[in-house]
């Protein structure tokens, strides 16, 4: 009886135990906070951004860059060049020096190379801005503008090797669209660019991306470029002189088809063209300022040989014929303190 009694006191012990265990679990789980049922979704998110998938911020939205597009394409332009050059033609008998004797030099034949590029107009009077090596050697410019049947002719307005920027101009017979030139100099590393051109003559193609870095120098060849802006938007050969657009349509650069950039894009800054604009229209070339002197820095030693108190200052050593300087009369030995 004993046993018996002891065995339902054990149960009874054990069952007391279990039961508050599981009210303690079940107050725990509720503390806590932890579900005792299958968990529902269910975020705590701030009100400004409890739609942001639903609702786009102020004027951005997966559709700005197609406005933006459709806004500045029609400025955008094909430029097609014709470069006529003279061929040798190979022929075995010229190769004796003998037979050359009495003939001559081999013959020449002409022989054209068709170039692509792009191009924005920037007046409705039919002046474009492009690069420079777009047209350098051009015998002849067409230039493609939607909404019309049939290539403009164009003229060279001005160029400058060195910058790599030229304008040229077509008679449309009517007021033309243009884009609009923004300031460079506002860009930001990380701000969104869409660049627009006819890469390997597919016209008005779509490229979008970032400003990866400013200021960046480049050397392709024999032309140096200084200042560029680096971005990601693809731009290849026939996207050169094309426009690059910050979000709002406006010009921050001028696309240049770098050899060799395998995903990088390369962009002459738009302030940099517009400083210049004024004098390739109307001059057709870039005045630069000069003196025409050469110049030697002043030792300690050469300032009291020429009875100076100090050496601030630059010795002249040499004055081109007919420069500024000459004009100016300054001549050789004369010491420069001030400008």
Known sequence: MWLKNRSFIHIALVA???????MSGCLTVKELGWPDKEPKTSLNIPGNLANAQDTALPGVGPDLVAKTVDKTGPAVV???????????IRD????DPFFRQFFGDSPRRPREERGLGSGFIY???GYIITNEHVINGANSI?????GFKEPLPATVVGADFDLDLAVIKVQAGKPLLTLKTGDSNK?????????????FGLDHTVTVGVISAKGRPISVENRSYKNLLQTDASINPGNSGGPLLNLNGEVVGINTAVAQAQGIGFAIPINTAKSILPDLIKKGKITRPWLGVQLQALS????GYLGLDNNQGALIVGVIAGSPAASAGLRQGDVIVKI
């Open 142 to 146: 067409d230039v493609i503008i939607q």
């Open 78 to 88: 094909k430029i097609e060049t014709i470069r006529t050059s003279q061929e040798e």
């Open 92 to 95: 075995p008998f010229f190769n």
């Open 123 to 125: 007046s409705p009077e």
């Open 300 to 303: 300690q030693e050469l300032a």
């Open 16 to 22: 007391f135990v279990a039961g508050i265990m599981f």
């Open 187 to 199: 860009v930001k590393v990380g701000n969104w660019v869409i660049a627009i051109g006819n890469p």
